[in-house]
């Protein structure tokens, strides 16, 4: 019969607490003291893998327990889906009140799949504007449907709700900072995880820690404009594009509930973000004027998936595993698709939290995972790589974005996640247009230097 032990002791006044599960405990990892493998990619297996159920022993009298550490949706959603499916879970979270910068757009399908009430979504954008560095704007939008829409909600809302329902399944939710994992001292040994628990009234701000990993900064500021101003942004985003606004990623203006959320990010100029930030601002002049900023959020953000994402028990997912995409810069719904696949795979292997599981099970996960989403990643990197290395490249972006074609692959492929096949000649038109436009900018950008020289 396998044991559990809990020890306390105390560190610099907080409450220092480390735990060790079962014989053979599992453990989810995902937050930011995770690091990013530069130049890493998503990469396609083809593994045999046995279900460790199988040869592995059952847990008498106990389940399994698994530490989900990280609440934002990838923590969320796996720690619901772990504790619907018998397995004792711990959430921590080192801040229940976080409200990271981020855009917080969502697509239609996550609603649906993940059960989110409607009174979540602060807007409803039908109309995406996308604003050239030349200030040439393109409205998008014209594919949707009437019931069509990209949802925009705050990830403090977001976070708390998820974590909410991980709890109502009963998970227990943990307002901790991790600190370390302890490796088994043999085959077979428990991990043990160190972390600070907050009490409600103590606070603190915990052990700062570093990396060495590519990861982006994503710089958000909340800014209350007036309703008058604020009509124009009911439904409607706007994206900037330019080397002022970023050299790698793009500018924008997300509306919220009572207030938009304008922000930028890059991963090739860090130290210059807040000189981008100010270029957003400027872009946006005439819409935001007037307008109060309520808060100021910056974070740090993984943007390559992780070349190692499973080891042992201990698994990736969410922006610890790097599921940032390139181009659009969107995580939520594949944070939330990667804890909740992660966790399906350790409660299937687990046969409800009944047996061990092994490196076999979360592998599982991995290969559904990369074999859904693999193609979108890809698509997108290349589609930075191509549109975002200069300001001409970044014109015949949105110039081939005024093609209905072109919104329509691109409104279907992001709200219902699938790599939509197209039609092969509007594809070959799309080609041709699309060097015409790079031809075109190129053409411009040889001007515009002369004229600098």
Same mark, same amino acid.
């Given at each position: 019969?396998?044991?559990?032990?809990?020890?306390?002791? *105390?560190?610099?006044?907080?409450?220092?607490?480390?735990?060790?599960?079962?014989?053979?405990?599992?453990?989810?990892?995902?937050? !930011?003291?995770?690091?990013?493998?530069?130049?890493?990619?998503?990469?396609?297996?083809?593994?045999?893998?046995?279900?460790?159920?199988?040869?592995?022993?059952?847990?008498?009298?106990?389940?399994?327990? &698994?530490?989900?550490?990280?609440?934002?949706?990838?923590?969320?959603?796996?720690?619901?889906?772990?504790?619907?499916?018998?397995?004792?879970?711990?959430?921590?979270?080192?801040?229940?009140? #976080?409200?990271?910068?981020?855009?917080?757009?969502?697509?239609?399908?996550? !609603?649906? /799949?993940?059960?989110?009430?409607?009174?979540?979504?602060?807007?409803?954008?039908?109309?995406?504007?996308?604003?050239?560095?030349?200030?040439?704007? &393109?409205?998008? %939008?014209?594919?949707?449907?009437?019931?069509?829409?990209?949802?925009?909600?705050?990830?403090?809302?977001?976070?708390?709700?998820?974590?909410?329902?991980?709890?109502?399944?009963?998970?227990?939710?943990?307002? %901790?900072?991790?600190?370390?994992?302890?490796?088994?001292?043999?085959?077979?040994?428990?991990?043990?995880?160190? $972390?600070?628990?907050?009490?409600?009234? %103590?606070?603190?701000?915990?052990?700062?820690?570093?990396?060495?990993?590519?990861?982006?900064?994503?710089?958000?500021?909340?800014?209350?404009?007036?309703?008058?101003?604020?009509?124009?942004?009911?439904?409607?985003?706007?994206?900037?594009?330019?080397?002022?606004?970023?050299?790698?990623?793009?500018?924008?203006?997300?509306?919220?509930?009572?207030?938009?959320?304008?922000?930028?990010? *890059? !991963?090739?100029?860090?130290?210059?973000?807040?000189?981008?930030?100010?270029?957003?601002?400027?872009?946006?002049?005439?819409?935001?004027?007037?307008?109060?900023?309520?808060?100021?959020?910056?974070?740090?953000?993984? /943007?390559?998936?992780?070349?190692?994402?499973?080891?042992?028990?201990?698994?990736?997912?969410?922006?610890?595993?790097?599921?940032? *995409?390139?181009?659009? %810069? /969107?995580?939520? $719904?594949?944070?939330?698709?990667?804890?909740?696949?992660?966790?399906?795979?350790?409660? /299937?292997?687990?046969?409800?939290?009944?047996?061990?599981?092994?490196?076999?099970?979360?592998?599982?996960?991995?290969?559904?995972?990369?074999?859904?989403?693999?193609? *979108?990643?890809?698509?997108?990197?290349?589609?930075?790589?191509?549109?975002?290395?200069?300001?001409?490249?970044?014109?015949?972006?949105?110039?081939?974005?005024?093609?209905?074609? !072109?919104?329509?692959?691109?409104?279907?492929?992001?709200?219902?996640?699938?790599?939509?096949?197209? #039609?092969?000649?509007?594809?070959?038109?799309?080609?041709?247009?699309?060097?015409?436009?790079?031809?075109?900018?190129?053409?411009?950008?040889?001007?515009?230097?002369?004229?600098?020289?």
């Amino acid at each position: 019969m396998a044991s559990l032990s809990t020890t306390t002791s *105390t560190a610099a006044g907080d409450s220092l607490r480390s735990f060790a599960g079962l014989r053979r405990e599992t453990r989810i990892l995902r937050g !930011v003291a995770a690091a990013d493998a530069p130049g890493s990619q998503l990469r396609r297996r083809q593994l045999g893998v046995v279900r460790a159920s199988r040869t592995s022993p059952r847990l008498n009298g106990r389940k399994l327990r &698994v530490a989900v550490v990280g609440g934002g949706p990838a923590g969320g959603s796996a720690a619901e889906a772990l504790a619907k499916g018998g397995v004792e879970t711990m959430l921590i979270e080192r801040k229940l009140d #976080n409200c990271k910068p981020c855009g917080g757009a969502i697509p239609l399908c996550m !609603v649906e /799949e993940f059960g989110l009430p409607l009174d979540l979504i602060d807007r409803r954008v039908t109309k995406m504007k996308m604003i050239s560095p030349s200030n040439v704007a &393109v409205d998008i %939008g014209r594919t949707l449907g009437p019931d069509e829409y990209i949802g925009m909600v705050r990830r403090e809302v977001l976070d708390a709700y998820l974590r909410g329902r991980a709890a109502e399944a009963g998970a227990s939710v943990i307002n %901790g900072l991790f600190l370390r994992l302890e490796q088994p001292e043999g085959p077979g040994g428990p991990y043990r995880i160190h $972390y600070n628990e907050f009490s409600p009234a %103590g606070g603190g701000a915990g052990e700062r820690r570093t990396a060495e990993y590519e990861y982006a900064i994503a710089f958000q500021e909340r800014v209350r404009i007036p309703e008058t101003k604020m009509e124009y942004y009911k439904e409607r985003a706007e994206m900037y594009v330019g080397d002022d606004v970023s050299p790698d990623f793009y500018g924008w203006v997300f509306p919220k509930c009572d207030h938009v959320a304008v922000g930028t990010g *890059t !991963v090739t100029h860090k130290a210059d973000i807040k000189k981008f930030q100010a270029a957003t601002r400027l872009r946006a002049k005439d819409k935001i004027e007037g307008g109060t900023i309520i808060r100021v959020e910056a974070h740090p953000i993984p /943007e390559h998936p992780r070349p190692r994402r499973v080891l042992g028990r201990v698994a990736l997912i969410g922006d610890a595993a790097g599921y940032v *995409t390139k181009c659009s %810069g /969107e995580g939520i $719904y594949f944070a939330a698709k990667s804890g909740r696949m992660c966790a399906e795979a350790i409660v /299937e292997g687990s046969e409800n939290g009944s047996r061990m599981i092994d490196e076999g099970d979360l592998r599982k996960y991995l290969e559904k995972f990369d074999k859904m989403y693999w193609p *979108t990643y890809k698509v997108l990197d290349v589609l930075q790589k191509l549109f975002y290395r200069s300001n001409a490249a970044r014109e015949a972006f949105v110039e081939m974005c005024a093609d209905e074609y !072109v919104q329509k692959m691109t409104f279907d492929s992001y709200l219902y996640k699938k790599v939509v096949p197209g #039609n092969p000649v509007d594809d070959l038109k799309l080609a041709v247009n699309t060097i015409g436009s790079l031809v075109r900018a190129n053409a411009l950008r040889r001007e515009m230097d002369k004229l600098t020289l």
